[in-house]
């Protein structure tokens, strides 16, 4: 569940949040002479090598552009975006883990996207609404989805046999999911019903969301001002999972990695582990749309990249705007989806045919493209890496039944309030 798309095999994500600034660019432009682009990002692996792919298919089409890939570490490109940044150094065109762009929008070296490709609503069009949230900041739109992925429910068919239950039927409400938990706890041998992330830091913060979203509860109000989940829905939705973990004993605080090894009947994982799984699970894996409780609504969370252009002359100007309109069309946003297994940034690329052909060829995508037009942004503010360290360093001690729901939330009500701006 990683915003980046560093993405390996049986771990769980940790992101972080972000909020935005303004910029301004000289109006595109075709280039009137041969400029090299330097494309600053942190895809690996078989990302890289898809990457790659797209950017010689680019440059062949393009005479007189030349977009150059440079991959650092996961951890080395902010502050190498940073130094680059205070250096005057800055690339022509960056892809970022959505947790940074806060850093980045505020350095005003960002162009005005929106300003050279006819205004926000043309250069948006069909872009899902919440992926934005990272892109706009007082109306001007600095930066464009480049990727993304979501949290669905997977699922180990083989222990659903053992159990008794449907593998073709996987819970669709909360009380499903409780139930088919403890049914699975009951095979014995150690075999846990479900695995629910408790450990402290963003993974926590970023599991726990959806069903405060789900729910109705939220986590923050409209104007990241203020917590919203110290409520009796907020605390029904903790309540829900700490009686599977200390109630029904269905799951174990503190437990990760038991459904990898084909111990555990349920957990909630990102898009990116589907294909992890389909080479390497010891079972049968399904997956499925997030659970939701009576009453409530479809949500899931977010991650991803964001691409953007950093100010330069107007030729590097023009040429960075070309490619990243290029990049973020839909046939191109399908090839790379298809490639990488990253979920769709449009609604035009989930019904795109190439898209639709790979979730045959990789089905337990499906739950992920279906959900993904309910996937909800975290707080775009600067201090939401702080605000969600508080957060689920207030709720840890209420998985291991050292404080009740109501005290953890009332504390971590708190300690976000404390760290707010």
């Known amino acids: 569940m990683f915003t ?15 909020a935005l600034t303004t910029s301004h660019m000289a109006p595109a432009q075709a280039a009137s002479k041969n400029v090299t682009l330097e494309f600053w990002n942190y895809w690996d692996g078989g990302n890289g090598q898809a990457l790659a792919g797209l950017v010689k298919e680019f440059n062949s089409k393009n005479p007189g552009i030349t977009v ?10 902010l502050p190498k975006l940073q130094a680059s940044i205070a250096s005057g150094t800055t690339p022509a065109l960056a892809a970022t883990d959505i947790a940074w762009m806060a850093n980045l929008h505020a350095s ?3 162009q005005d996207l929106g300003a050279a490709l006819g205004g926000v609503k043309a250069a948006s069009s069909d872009i899902y609404p919440q992926l934005l949230t990272y892109s706009i900041y007082k109306g001007k739109l600095q930066s464009l989805p480049a990727s993304t992925n979501n949290l669905a429910l997977f699922y180990n068919k083989d222990l659903f046999r053992k159990a008794g239950l449907n593998p073709n039927k996987p819970p669709k409400t909360w009380d499903e999911m409780r139930a088919a938990a403890l049914a699975i706890s009951k095979l014995g041998g150690g075999t846990q019903g479900m695995e629910i992330y408790t450990g402290v830091g963003e993974g926590l913060t970023w599991q726990f969301q959806p069903y405060l979203w789900q729910i109705g509860a939220g ?17 029904k939705a903790l309540q829900f ?33 589907v294909g992890g799984y389909r080479e390497n699970a010891p079972f049968e894996f399904g997956t499925t ?12 969370n977010m991650g991803g990249e964001q691409i953007m252009s950093f100010k330069g002359s107007a030729d590097k100007n023009a040429a960075a705007i070309k490619f ?33 052909k790979h979730m045959v060829d990789e089905p ?10 309910y996937a909800q942004a975290r707080p775009a503010i600067k201090t939401y890496p702080a605000i969600s360290d508080a957060f689920s360093k207030a709720l840890e001690p209420a998985f291991y039944g050292k404080v009740s729901v109501a005290e953890a939330l009332a504390a971590a009500d708190a300690a976000v309030r404390k760290v707010l701006p």
């Open 289 to 300: 749309t997030l659970p939701i409780p009576t009453g409530g609504v479809p949500a899931t």
């Open 324 to 356: 990243i309109k290029w990049f973020t069309s839909a046939d191109i946003q399908a090839r790379w989806d298809a490639k990488t297994n990253f979920m769709p940034i449009r609604a035009s690329v989930a019904s795109h045919p190439t898209m639709l």
């Open 4 to 18: 980046r798309s560093r993405k390996v095999f049986f771990s769980v994500a940790i992101a972080a949040a972000t």
């Open 364 to 373: 337990g995508l499906k739950a992920f493209v279906d959900q993904q037009k």
């Open 68 to 77: 150059k890939p440079v991959t650092f570490p996961w951890g080395d490109l």
């Open 219 to 235: 986590f923050l109000n409209k104007t990241n001002t203020a917590p919203t989940f110290n409520t009796e829905k907020g605390r």
């Open 241 to 273: 999972l700490v009686d599977i973990i200390n109630v029904d004993r269905s799951a174990t605080a503190g437990q990760w990695g038991a459904f990898d090894k084909g111990q555990a009947g349920m957990r909630i994982d990102g898009s990116w582990m």
């Open 108 to 110: 005003g070296k960002l």
